[in-house]
């Protein structure tokens, strides 16, 4: 196993980023920046070459510019938070948020912007011995519209056995929230659409939305286009949240999904309650242009969690001064 690091580039700002690549005894290589502690790529060897993947820029210019949050860890909150505002009560006190647009007649805020996490440099600290890199984050009381004091780290190991394992630290001297998610565009065959990509997951729920945002009910996916317990082609968009069973654990894949020309296939592993599935677009010029369709398993606390009654969605409240860890597995099986 080895790490390197080399340049990739400047910011807009002059700030010089750089690309931590790991390598392990197979010739998986996955690769980070500390810029926004970006997951860039994750390469596996194939039959007499490599294939990336991963949608991603190759340059840290392009990560400024580009959209989508490719590889990108979100937080201090994922997803939607929507209410008045938009807004949510912590310790019988109001915080607001800026919105970013409304849906059913409310404020949203999406991934806690404008002033995202993914846009700003890390402290990168690599670890040869445990294969992993580090990056590390200091957001202040109020960033983002968040109480609290937040110390943030994101630590990227890759194993002998093609998995990247991401694990979430944070502590804060308020009770705040913290929900974060990675942002990784997956296509398993390296290029072209993901409909015939083969998805299981198990779950034999997920949570009601209503143009993308949980209503706070939760629904059986049985006889819906959302039972994937068989395993079977993905078939339409998803932007959908499944839920946890109760013999899940870290150890236990979540999902499964498979190139249909590679064969190569996408375990994840998680150890939080959801797990959001969504496909990007394959419209020409979607986004920035050069997006192909791919397919994302964000994991994380249900959304708007914070703001719903249902006692199933658990709230991302991190109480202040204690250590809140979790993980997030992606297991790739050649």
């Given at each position: 196993?080895?790490?390197?690091?080399?340049?990739?580039?400047?910011?807009?700002?002059?700030?010089?980023?750089?690309?931590?690549?790991?390598?392990?005894?197979?010739?998986?290589?996955?690769?980070?920046?500390?810029?926004?502690?970006?997951?860039?790529?994750?390469?596996?060897?194939?039959?007499?070459?490599?294939?990336?993947?991963?949608?991603?820029?190759?340059?840290?210019?392009?990560?400024?510019?580009?959209?989508?949050?490719?590889?990108?860890?979100?937080?201090?909150?994922?997803?939607?938070?929507?209410g008045s505002g938009p807004s949510f009560a912590l310790n019988d006190h109001t915080y607001y948020l800026p919105a970013a647009g409304r849906?059913?007649?409310?404020?949203?805020?999406?991934?806690?912007?404008?002033?995202?996490?993914?846009?700003?440099?890390?402290?990168?600290?690599?670890?040869?011995?445990?294969?992993?890199?580090?990056?590390?984050?200091?957001?202040?009381?109020?960033?983002?519209?968040?109480?609290?004091?937040?110390?943030?780290?994101?630590?990227?190991?890759?194993?002998?056995?093609?998995?990247?394992?991401?694990?979430y630290q944070a502590v804060s001297d308020r009770d705040t929230l913290f929900n974060m998610t990675n942002h990784a565009y997956f296509n398993?065959?390296?290029?072209?659409?993901?409909?015939?990509?083969?998805?299981?997951?198990?779950?034999?729920?997920?949570?009601?939305?209503?143009?993308?945002?949980p209503t706070g009910r939760i629904l059986p996916v049985a006889g819906t286009g959302f039972d994937y317990t068989t395993e079977r082609s993905?078939?339409?968009?998803?932007?959908?949240?499944?839920?946890?069973?109760?013999?899940?654990?870290?150890?236990?894949?979540?999902?499964?999904?498979?190139?249909?020309?590679?064969?190569?296939?996408?375990?994840?592993?998680?150890?939080?309650?959801?797990?959001?599935?969504?496909?990007?677009?394959?419209?020409?010029?979607?986004?920035?242009?050069?997006?192909?369709?791919?397919?994302?398993?964000?994991?994380?606390?249900?959304?708007?969690?914070?703001?719903?009654?249902?006692?199933?969605?658990?709230?991302?409240?991190?109480?202040?001064?204690?250590?809140?860890?979790?993980?997030?597995?992606?297991?790739?099986?050649?």
């Open positions: 196993m080895s790490i390197t690091i080399t340049d990739f580039g400047l910011t807009s700002k002059g700030q010089a980023a750089k690309l931590y690549t790991i390598t392990n005894q197979n010739g998986c290589q996955a690769q980070f920046t500390d810029y926004g502690a970006i997951w860039v790529n994750v390469k596996l060897p194939g039959a007499g070459n490599t294939v990336d993947m991963m949608q991603h820029y190759d340059t840290v210019a392009e990560y400024e510019k580009g959209k989508g949050h490719r590889g990108s860890p979100i937080g201090r909150v994922s997803s939607y938070i929507v849906v059913n007649g409310q404020d949203f805020n999406l991934h806690s912007g404008p002033d995202y996490y993914d846009q700003r440099m890390y402290q990168a600290q690599p670890d040869e011995e445990e294969d992993s890199v580090s990056f590390s984050l200091f957001s202040p009381h109020m960033d983002q519209g968040y109480p609290g004091n937040l110390s943030l780290t994101v630590t990227y190991r890759l194993t002998d056995d093609n998995m990247v394992q991401i694990r398993l065959n390296g290029q072209g659409t993901v409909w015939k990509h083969r998805l299981w997951v198990d779950s034999t729920r997920r949570t009601e939305t209503a143009d993308g945002v993905v078939e339409h968009p998803l932007d959908d949240n499944w839920c946890k069973e109760p013999y899940h654990c870290l150890e236990k894949p979540r999902a499964r999904c498979t190139g249909d020309q590679t064969g190569i296939a996408l375990e994840v592993h998680t150890d939080l309650p959801g797990l959001l599935i969504y496909t990007s677009p394959d419209t020409p010029g979607a986004w920035d242009g050069a997006m192909q369709n791919a397919i994302c398993f964000e994991s994380q606390f249900y959304t708007n969690a914070v703001n719903l009654d249902n006692p199933e969605f658990e709230k991302p409240v991190l109480k202040a001064d204690t250590l809140f860890q979790t993980e997030t597995w992606y297991h790739f099986i050649i």
